[in-house]
C-alpha cells in the first residue's frame, strides 16, 4: 500500500503544475481528425496509383522537385520560429514572441508565392487539373492544403493581435504553433508521396 | 458572466409564468424536425429513388434509360415527398441563428450563415430532385436529354456541397471569436474539417471517373463521412445549446 501510495502522489507531485496538451485540446482532436481524412487521401491515391503506376511515374516526371524541396525549408524555418515565439511566451517575453510569429507568418506568404508560381509554371506547360489522375491528385491535394495554410495564417494573425496588446498568453501560442506544424507535417507527407515516391 | 453575456440573457420579467420555458419548449420540439427531416431525406434517397450512393457516371445512354424505366415510380414518390419536407431543413438553419446571435460577434454571421446555408439547399435538394421529376415523368423521351437530366441530378446534388463552403466560414468565425461560450470550441474545429472536404466536392464538374467523379472516393466517400460527423456535432451542440440557455431568454433582435 505504503509503495503504491507513495509513487501515485509523486506522480501527482509530477503533473500538479503541468497541463494535459501544449495549447488547447481541442486543437489535438482537430489536428489528429484532419491527419485522419488526410490519411484517406493518401491510401486512396496510393491505390489509385498502384492501378496505373506507369502513368503516374509519367506524369510525376513534370513536377519540379526543386520547388517542392524550397518549400519545405521554407515551412520547416517557420515552424521552427513559431517553436521558438512559444518558449518566449513561456517565458513571459511577448515582444520577442511577437516577432517570431511574424517571421513564420513570412514563411507562409512566402510558401504560398512559389506555390502559386509553382501552378503556373504547370499550367503553362499544359498540365491542368484534368490532364490525368495524378495531376487531379496533385491540384487537390496541394489545394487543400493551401487551404490549411491561409486558415494557419488567420490563426497566426489572433496570436499576433493578442501579442501585440503585450500579453504573453502561452496556451495560445501554444496553439497556434500546433496548427503550424501540422500544415508543416502535411506538405512533408504530400512532398514524400507526390514528389519523391519512385 | 460577462456584462456582454449578463445583457444578453435578461430574463423578461413581465412574462407570465407559464409562458417562461415555453421558448424552450417550443425550440426542443422544433429541433426534433431535423432528425426526422434526416430520416425522410435518407428514405427518399437511399431506398425510394436509388440515388445514394450514387451510380457512376460513366453509365451508357442505354443503362441511364433503363435506370428512369426500373425505379420511375418510386423516383417520383420519393422526390415528390423532399419536396414537401425541404423546408424543414431550414429549422436547423433558424435554430442556429437564433442561437449564433447571443454571440458576442453573432449579429452579422448569423445572417451571413443562415443565407449561406439556403443557397446550398437549393442546388443541393431542389434541383436535383425536380431533374429527377423531369426525367421520370417522360421516360421515353431522346437518350440524350434524359443523360443531361441524370447528370444534372448528381452533378447538383453532389457538386453543391461546395455551395456550403461559405455557411461555415461565418459559423467558424462567430464561434472562436466568441465569448458567451454558446457553442463548443470543438464544434467550430469539427467545422472547417467539413469546410475543407466539401471543397474536394467541387472537382466531380470535371471528373467522369476515378476519386474526384460523383461517386469517387474523395469527392462522395470521404466527404460523406464527414458530412455525417459534421451533422451529428451540430444536432448535438445545438441540442446541448438549447437547453443550457436560461429561461424566459430575451433574444437580441
Not at chain 2, 430574463?11 to 426526422?36: H, K, M, N
Request: charged fraction near 15%; include cysteine; aromatic fraction near 16%.
Amino acid at each position: 500500500m505504503s509503495l503504491s501510495a507513495a509513487s501515485e502522489s509523486h506522480v501527482e507531485e509530477f503533473w500538479a503544475d503541468k497541463e494535459d496538451v501544449p495549447g488547447e485540446k481541442a486543437m489535438w482532436l482537430f489536428v489528429l481528425g484532419d491527419f485522419l481524412i488526410f490519411s484517406a487521401y493518401f491510401v486512396i491515391y496510393l491505390v489509385q496509383r498502384a492501378w496505373d503506376k506507369q502513368g503516374f511515374l509519367d506524369a510525376q516526371q513534370h513536377l519540379d522537385i526543386n520547388l517542392g524541396i524550397i518549400n519545405t525549408i521554407v515551412l520547416i524555418t517557420g515552424s521552427w520560429f513559431v517553436a521558438w515565439a512559444a518558449l518566449a511566451a513561456r517565458e513571459g517575453n511577448a515582444a520577442k514572441a511577437l516577432s517570431l510569429v511574424r517571421l513564420t507568418m513570412l514563411s507562409g506568404f512566402i510558401f504560398a508565392a512559389l506555390k502559386v508560381f509553382e501552378w503556373s509554371k504547370e499550367i503553362k506547360a499544359g498540365y491542368t487539373f484534368t490532364s490525368n489522375d495524378f495531376f487531379g491528385f496533385y491540384y487537390v491535394l496541394t489545394g487543400i492544403h493551401l487551404i490549411h495554410l491561409v486558415f494557419g495564417l488567420a490563426v497566426l494573425q489572433i496570436v499576433v493581435a493578442r501579442l501585440k496588446k503585450g500579453v504573453a498568453d502561452h496556451r495560445l501560442v501554444e496553439t497556434g504553433a500546433t496548427y503550424w506544424h501540422m500544415v508543416d507535417l502535411l506538405w512533408v507527407l504530400i512532398l514524400a508521396f507526390l514528389y519523391m515516391l519512385r | 458572466m460577462t456584462a456582454q453575456a449578463a445583457a444578453l440573457t435578461t430574463e423578461v420579467t413581465s412574462v407570465p409564468d407559464r409562458y417562461r420555458e415555453a421558448t424552450i419548449r417550443d425550440q426542443v420540439w422544433l429541433f426534433w424536425c431535423i432528425p426526422g427531416f434526416f430520416a425522410v431525406f435518407g428514405l427518399v434517397f437511399v431506398v425510394l429513388a436509388r440515388v445514394m450512393p450514387p451510380p457512376a457516371p460513366g453509365k451508357s445512354s442505354a443503362e441511364i434509360i433503363e435506370f428512369f424505366q426500373a425505379h420511375g415510380f418510386t423516383i417520383q414518390i420519393g422526390f415528390v415527398i423532399l419536396i414537401i419536407v425541404t423546408g424543414l431543413f431550414n429549422i436547423l438553419n433558424g435554430l442556429m441563428t437564433v442561437h449564433l446571435k447571443r454571440t458576442t460577434h453573432g449579429k452579422t454571421f448569423a445572417y451571413a450563415f443562415l443565407f449561406a446555408q439556403t443557397v446550398g439547399v437549393t442546388p443541393g435538394l431542389l434541383l436535383p430532385g425536380v431533374a429527377m421529376l423531369a426525367g421520370a415523368l417522360r421516360p421515353e423521351r431522346s437518350p440524350e436529354l434524359l443523360v443531361t437530366l441524370y447528370d444534372m441530378t448528381f452533378l447538383t446534388f453532389v457538386g453543391s456541397l461546395g455551395c456550403f463552403v461559405t455557411a461555415y466560414i461565418p459559423l467558424i468565425a462567430a464561434i472562436l471569436l466568441d465569448k458567451n461560450k454558446i457553442f463548443p470550441r470543438w464544434f467550430a474545429y469539427v467545422s472547417i474539417w467539413n469546410l475543407v472536404t466539401e471543397f474536394v466536392a467541387v472537382p466531380v464538374f470535371f471528373f467522369r471517373d476515378g476519386a474526384f467523379a460523383w461517386d469517387g472516393a474523395i469527392s462522395f466517400w470521404v466527404d460523406t463521412a464527414v458530412f455525417v460527423v459534421w451533422q451529428n456535432a451540430i444536432l448535438i451542440q445545438l441540442f446541448r445549446t438549447i437547453n443550457r440557455q436560461p429561461p424566459g431568454m430575451a433574444y437580441p433582435d
